[in-house]
Structures are given as structure tokens and as C-alpha cells.
Nanobody, 123 residues
Framework: QVQLVESGGGSVQAGGSLRLSCAVS????????MGWFRQAPGKEREGVAL???????SYADAVRGRFTISKDNAKNTLDLQMNSLKPDETSMYYC?????????????????WGQGTQVTVSS
């Protein structure tokens, strides 16, 4: 099973950018389908961006055109470039992986999670 460690969170003003990175350990990680999720206090965890084994990506409607998910197989990282950030996107952001139900937006099908990285967007 892979292990995931997120980094890159921080504080930024509205309209700013951040790049999150998820370091993946485990030599089978290319078998996993992966995604970025976020959870704000008092709210349910929601999917932000997904990438499946063949590299196909998908995005939540709220972030499409502003966020980009990518995999670097040489560095074993999953990245999320976030542009034009909004205050209501203040959340804990998590990297997640699953061997099944690839492309699912349901957090429950992801069985491997990182510890999260906090993103705070001020107005």
C-alpha cells in the first residue's frame, strides 16, 4: 500500500495561487487512481480533481479552468496547481488514492489518505 504526504499549503490572498504536492511512497503507486479532496470546518469532504491510471483528469465544476492536477512519475508526486483562489476555498486539502472505482468522486472509495495540508484564502 502507498503512503501519502501533502505539502505546499499556506495563506494567500484572494486571486492568488498555490501549488500543493503529494509525495507518494510505494513502488506500486502507478496502479492507483488518485485525487485531491478538501474539507472545510463543518462541511463534508468534497472532491476537487481526479486523475486515473491513464492520466485522464477530471475536475469539480467549481474549480475547472483554475486548478490543474498532474502526476510526476519520475518524482513520485501528485500535484495540484491552484490559481485564482477564492476565500470560500479555505479548507484542509487531502491527497487520496484508490485501486478501485477509479474516477469516483465519493471519498469513501479512497482507502489511502494523507494527513492534509491547510489552505487559507483571505479576502
Amino acid at each position: 500500500q502507498v503512503q501519502l504526504v501533502e505539502s505546499g499549503g499556506g495563506s494567500v490572498q484572494a486571486g492568488g495561487s498555490l501549488r500543493l504536492s503529494c509525495a507518494v511512497s510505494g513502488n506500486t503507486w502507478q496502479s492507483y487512481c488518485m485525487g485531491w479532496f478538501r474539507q472545510a470546518p463543518g462541511k463534508e469532504r468534497e472532491g476537487v480533481a481526479l486523475i486515473i491510471r491513464d492520466g485522464t483528469t477530471s475536475y469539480a465544476d467549481a474549480v475547472r479552468g483554475r486548478f490543474t492536477i498532474s502526476k510526476d512519475n519520475a518524482k513520485n508526486t501528485l500535484d495540484l496547481q491552484m490559481n485564482s483562489l477564492k476565500p470560500d476555498e479555505t479548507s484542509m486539502y487531502y491527497c487520496a488514492a484508490t485501486l478501485w472505482s477509479c474516477g469516483s468522486w465519493n471519498p469513501r472509495v479512497y482507502n489511502v489518505w494523507g494527513q492534509g495540508t491547510q489552505v487559507t484564502v483571505s479576502s
